[in-house]
Each structure stands twice: as C-alpha cells, then as structure tokens.
C-alpha cells in the first residue's frame, strides 16, 4: 500500500544556515521534481520551498519511505546526513495529512496564522502539477489541505487579524523608531512579501520608500503604488547610507547586504 510522506526541514528545528543549505531555488525547481519523481519508490511528488521550511511531499510505494526522503534531500543539495538529519522532521499517512492542514492554515507558521503560507503551498502543487508529478492521491491530499484552510479561516478568527512576517517588521520598526512616518525606509526584492511591507508602511505614514530588486521593472510595479523610488541592486548600496530601516526579501543563495557594505554606508 503506497504511503503519504512528507518530510520537512523548518524554523521550528533547523536555523537560518541550515535552512538556506536546502532551499530550492525557483528557477531549479522543475528538474528537482523531475530528479525527485525519478527517485526509486517514488510514485508522486511535490516541493515546497520557503524561507522558513523546506518540505518533499510524497507518495512512496515501499516502506523506506523516510530514507528515500532524507536521501534525496541530502543527495540534492550536496550535504551530508549528519549534519542534516537532527533538523528532519517526518510525518506519514494520517500524520502527514494533519501536517499538511497545519501548514496550510498557517497553525504551523512562524508568524501563527499568517495566510501568504497557503499561496505558496498552492505555488507548490501547481509546479508539480505542471511538471507532471502529481498522481490522484497526491491531489487528493492537496485538495483536503486546501479546502481544510479555507474553512478554518471562514468558520474561526484566525484571519481577523493582519498577521505576517512583513507584518511584524514593521511593527517592531515603529517600536524602535518614535514618528515611522519621518523615517527612509529601503525595501530588497519585489516579491509578495515586499508588497505586504510596502503597503503596511504605506498605511503608517512613510512616504520615504526606495524598492531595489535585481530587475528593476519589478520594483518599479511596487514603487508606482506608493511613490516610492526603483532602483537596481547595482545602484542600491549607493543610497543604503540613506536608510533608517531595510527590510530584506529575496530569493538570493546568499546575503544580499554583508558586513563590509554597512561598513561603507556608514
């Protein structure tokens, strides 16, 4: 009988270094699941890749499941179990259908209850639907996470409150700054998380804002609804000296602002 597997590598265990060592990068992302579906035992598959949790989600023929796994996530970002497996955590049939209804209703979040968890889920299954990965009980599985979060948020009041990472940036921006409004605020990516803070900063007051992002149409899409200024990560460490606060989001392998850039700006 096949079984339902998920394992997953999150901010509950693992820290930011071992986090990023197995990220899937989006551009990546198709030859992985390909990689994945090819894998020995491996029926169906999808990826789910955050800042916060990296998860193999799969349908596994034989009853090794958690090696195949923790073998092909090691084995794809070049890093040794050792130094991988404390950080694991495993979940099979019954009790990956609830981890999965967790993560989808954001119960499972760093930030408790923040809904941008369950778009990227659903980016998650529409590139393994697309690449061809999914079997029946696979979209079955999705489809119940799914339709499991959008009645927690209908019938409970999770989503009462404006709750996310971007969310909570600003606000521990305001704890630390008296007037958040009088203050440059410099925004690194142009994805969703970036939108979520420009606008929240957008409510509190700040006119100040510069979006940098490797391609500048990108930020250009955010700065034009709320006047803030595009630049380019090229041109971005010559106005860093001109930020009270950065809020950074991108998909970047590796730290965008280091050490010796602060030093320079400052």
Do not use: W
């Not at 990227?120 to 029946?136: I, M, P, R």
């Not at 440059?184 to 900063?201: D, F, R, S, Y």
């Amino acid at each position: 009988m096949p079984h339902i597997a998920i394992l997953s590598v999150n901010h509950q265990l693992a820290p930011v270094e071992v986090r990023e060592k197995v990220a899937f990068a989006s551009n990546e992302l198709n030859n992985a699941l390909e990689q994945f579906k090819n894998t020995n035992g491996v029926e169906a598959c999808a990826i789910l890749s955050t800042c916060n949790r990296s998860e193999v989600y799969a349908i596994i023929s034989t009853d090794n499941a958690q090696e195949i796994l923790s073998e092909y996530l090691a084995n794809t970002h070049h890093i040794k179990r050792s130094e991988l497996d404390p950080y694991l955590s495993y979940f099979e049939n019954d009790d990956a259908v609830k981890h999965i209804c967790h993560v989808a209703t954001g119960l499972d979040s760093l930030v408790l209850g923040e809904p941008q968890i369950l778009g990227q889920l659903k980016d998650a299954y529409h590139a393994a639907k697309e690449v061809g990965t999914l079997n029946k009980l696979l979209e079955k599985l999705f489809q119940h996470a799914f339709s499991t979060a959008k009645k927690v948020r209908t019938d409970t009041e999770i989503g009462s409150s404006p709750v996310s990472v971007a969310y909570c940036a600003v606000k521990l921006s305001e704890k630390i700054f008296a007037d958040l409004a009088e203050q440059t605020v410099m925004l690194i990516g142009a994805g969703e998380m970036i939108e979520l803070c420009a606008q929240h900063l957008n409510q509190k007051g700040v006119n100040n804002m510069i979006v940098a992002n490797r391609t500048v149409e990108n930020a250009e899409k955010i700065a034009s609804l709320y006047g803030a200024r595009a630049v380019s990560l090229k041109q971005f460490s010559n106005l860093l000296h001109e930020a009270d606060i950065i809020i950074s989001s991108t998909a970047a392998s590796v730290p965008i602002i280091g050490k010796g850039l602060v030093e320079t700006a400052l």
